[in-house]
Nanobody, 126 residues
Framework: QVQLVESGGGLVQPGGSLRLSCAAS????????MGWFRRTPGKEREFVAG????????LYANAVKGRFTISRDNTKKTMYLQMNSLKPEDTAVYYC???????????????????WGQGTQVTVSS
């Protein structure tokens, strides 16, 4: 079992930056691929970024490529999402997720993730 808690959301102006964190408990964190998803009202949850179990490979949605960076620190059992050049359309609840398959390389597909955090709100507005 893995428990995930997101933090770092908030209100930021367009063009600004935020860093989200996802703190995990459970001894297998370092062996799971992880991902970030987001949901806006009236829409389905969408993939944002993913990272392999050891951080060696990453995946990004086209909408955030070049602006967002996913990373992880397995010694701290924490994953991060650095978000730069934020746009109003980035406004959403952001969720972190863990893939329950050991030594995964990451996935863009929501159903591949077994554990989810409660979400943190990010609002980009002037």
């Amino acid at each position: 079992q893995v428990q995930l808690v997101e933090s770092g959301g908030g209100l930021v102006q367009p063009g600004g930056s935020l860093r989200l964190s996802c703190a995990a408990s459970g001894r297998s964190f370092s062996r799971y691929a992880m991902g970030w998803f987001r949901r806006t009202p009236g829409k389905e949850r969408e993939f944002v970024a993913g990272i392999s179990w050891n951080g060696g490979s990453t995946l990004y949605a086209n909408a955030v490529k070049g602006r967002f960076t996913i990373s992880r620190d397995n010694t701290k059992k924490t994953m991060y999402l650095q978000m730069n050049s934020l746009k109003p359309e980035d406004t959403a609840v952001y969720y972190c997720a863990a893939d329950g398959v050991l030594y995964g390389l990451g996935s863009t597909t929501e159903r591949d993730y077994d554990y989810w955090g409660q979400g943190t709100q990010v609002t980009v507005s002037s």
